[in-house]
């Protein structure tokens, strides 16, 4: 009387709607997040992969400094006059227009 009957569900649907949610989020990521990235990070290895004697350059650390010398893994940079220091490549940040440091 008080008590109502109690029925089991039915199985939920896993047809192609379902995971249209999942499948949104992650295109949603991939064009937000990943390929943004990605298209960063090549431009990087390229600006590396460029570089060449007389470029002028940040580190990571913000040393800014002119490439006296490339080798395969490091690059000597001129950061004052008669002052070199050898840096790894993948320490240079980003290259600056030529006669940056002469502004400076």
Known sequence: MFISNAYAATAP??????FLPLIVIFLLFFFMIIRPQMKQAKEQR???AALQKGDE???TGG???KVTKVTDAFVTLEIATNT???VQKHAI???LPKGTIKSI
Not at 13 to 18: G, L, M, P, Q, V
Request: aromatic share 4%; proline share 0%; no cysteine.
């Open 13 to 18: 649907a896993t047809d192609f709607t379902s």
């Open 46 to 48: 390229n600006m590396i």
């Open 57 to 59: 350059v940040v580190t």
């Open 63 to 65: 040393i800014v400094g």
């Open 84 to 86: 070199e220091i050898n």
């Open 93 to 95: 940040q980003s290259a």
